[in-house]
């Protein structure tokens, strides 16, 4: 007898992530879709890896991870978020973000609990949830007058929270609209959760790209949020390396004991080599992370000059390596299919917004990704130009 396997995730298909960047290859088309760049992290970086790789760093490393790591990253999160963390109860060097997220939910999210993200909400969140037996519910982001700024909607957010809701997740900076939390919305969200019986979960992986001289507000710099949040951040992003899968999540002690319960069992430990790797490099060098704002503003500021004559309306993003761009004077057809259609006839490939959110409240917008090189990112504009 062939036992029948009942899904537990019945819905659930291929990540829109690989969708596109599979069909980006199969057409040969400019993959602005899955957000990655086409650059390489660091030599230094590169060089202190290959350096452990050839003096024995080649074992398991310590569960939570290796202390120097921890060190380093404690001494960031003191530096930009003046939160002192302790390293050997609050720091979790982890598998990437995603890694990260999965273990946070499984750990906190009991049957039966209700989990609030906000739409569009990255992908990973609700599957976790789902395996976790919680219950999504899905708060929209308010877009303003101009249709161009994504905001929290703390009213809504409010009306949703309810004696059932066991944990909040964040992502701000947000992917894939750039919207950014203000030091009012953090005070707002102290309010609305103060005496309530549930968590958060902030996922920063963008911390170190925002722009236009904004700082980034993590939920750690926060004395009151952070006695309920555990924070996650993705070396991905910070040293252009998301094929890298190194992250970490830092919280309270009494969230990282129920965190690393999780973890222990999800990955065991992170690889060795890159922990101490990265530990030296940001040890000796953190004007790499403080140099990223202004390197992809540059990259921003560069795509939306080139944007400028064509079709499309636009705001420049305000965190992020990803641009919205509103076809509505262009097209009326469902994102989704529009990303898939220009992909394989005009050569562009991006990502829709709606397989993010609940309703399809985002419209006629596709994401596209600038973390590319200039010229990726000028053959790319003058094709969408010509629409
Ligand atoms: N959260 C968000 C918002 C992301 O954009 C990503 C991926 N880029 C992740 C989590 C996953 O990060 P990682 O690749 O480190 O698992
Ligand atoms: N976070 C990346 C993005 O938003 C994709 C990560 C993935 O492919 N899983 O494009």
Known sequence: M??????KLPKLGTTIFTVMSQLATETGAINLSQGFPSFDPPDALIDRIN????????QYAPMPGTPSLRMAIAEKTERLQRRKLDVDTEVT??????????????AIVRTGDEVIILDPAYDSYEPAIDLAGGITRRVPLKIDENGSDFHPDWQRLSDTLSDKTRLIILNFPHNPTGA??????????????????CYLLSDEVYEHIVFDGEPHRSLASHDELWQRSMVICSFGKT??????KLG????????????????????????????????????????FYESLPAFYQQKRDRFCELLAPSRFKFQPAR???????????ISDEIDE?????????????????????ETPFTGTRLRFCFAKDDGTLEKAAGILCEL
Request: with cysteine.
């Open 180 to 197: 950014i939390l203000t030091a009012e919305d953090l005070d707002q969200l102290a309010e609305l959760v103060r005496d309530r019986n």
């Open 51 to 58: 350096w452990h790789l050839h003096n024995g760093a080649n």
């Open 337 to 357: 299919s529009l990303a898939k259609r220009w992909t394989r006839e005009i050569g562009v490939a991006s990502i829709p917004l709606t397989v993010f959110c």
């Open 239 to 244: 040293f252009h390396a998301t094929g890298w």
């Open 93 to 106: 060097v982890c598998t990437g973000a995603t890694e990260g997220l999965f273990s946070a939910i499984t």
């Open 248 to 287: 970490y999540c830092a919280a309270p002690a009494h969230l990282t004991a129920e965190f690393r319960k999780v973890h222990q069992f999800t990955t065991f430990s992170v690889s060795t080599p890159m922990q101490h790797g990265i530990a030296d490099f940001l040890a000796s060098d953190p004007g």
């Open 319 to 329: 965190s992020t390596f990803f641009q919205i761009l509103d076809y509505s004077d």
């Open 2 to 7: 062939k036992p029948e396997i009942s899904s």
